[in-house]
């Protein structure tokens, strides 16, 4: 009853363009759903980078191997997820994280079948956390962990310094960005876990972020993001 008040009073809109939805249970109008871009099928067997590589594995992992067990995100970086996303992260809406973390856990079910059980969020420095006044990543990571029966420990890793965004950085300027960037709890000591972050670009942050995790003793580290960005295109 008080969920049927709820959507009366605050109709579901679609969480790319805001569009008041029609019906109960969809995430996305009409347009925008027909528009969605799932991550081809056909990509880097480490790190799901889309296209064909020899032996599976793309230029990027083949000349340096991450320190991640492998990678991956349902859709690509484009159109209505690109747009879900930037509303969810600058555009002051944390309420987007239950569906979002709803759409990740339905679209990644294969993934997580085999995943790491604790979900550990690829976080913000204290400063941009006090400005945007949520951790979008922190926020999808519990959001999954409550639909997939995982566990979100907070605490687990920190980002020790502020880092430039990385929007208009080239490779190698991303990755001295973010090196060194991370500190993990040892309460990480032989545990696997599930990195989670939003967006999948170079990689450069999510190896900076295992890299720590693997310094203080964990096991396997794995990456799900929402969307992957397509980098070698």
């Known amino acids: ?56 594995t793309c230029p990027r992992c083949q000349t340096v191997p991450p320190p991640f067990s492998r990678a991956w995100a349902p859709f690509a970086h484009e159109g209505p997820v690109a747009r879900a996303i930037h509303r969810f992260k600058y555009e002051d809406h944390p309420d987007l994280a239950a569906p979002l973390g709803a759409l990740l856990a339905d679209e990644a079910r294969r993934f997580l079948k085999t995943a790491p059980g604790c979900v550990v969020a690829l976080p913000l420095h204290v400063r941009r956390f006090r400005k945007r006044q949520y951790d979008q990543a922190h926020l999808l990571a519990g959001e999954l962990a409550k639909a997939t029966g995982r566990t979100a420990p907070v605490g687990w890793l920190t980002r020790t310094r502020e880092t430039r965004r990385q929007v208009g950085l080239s490779e190698a300027e991303r990755a001295g960005n973010v090196a060194g960037a991370f500190v993990a709890s040892r309460a990480v000591k032989g545990q696997e876990v599930l990195l989670l972050d939003d967006v999948f670009t170079t990689g450069s942050t999510a190896r900076a972020a295992a890299v720590a995790l693997r310094n203080a003793g964990a096991t396997r580290v794995e990456v799900l993001t929402l969307a992957r960005a397509f980098t070698l295109a």
């Open 1 to 56: 009853m008080w969920k049927a008040l709820l959507d009366l009073i605050y109709p579901p809109m679609c969480l790319a363009c805001a569009k008041v939805l029609p019906g109960v249970g969809a995430l996305f109008c009409e347009p925008c759903d027909t528009a969605l871009e799932r991550l081809p099928p056909v990509c880097c067997r480490t790190c799901a980078e889309p296209g064909t590589f020899p032996g599976n």
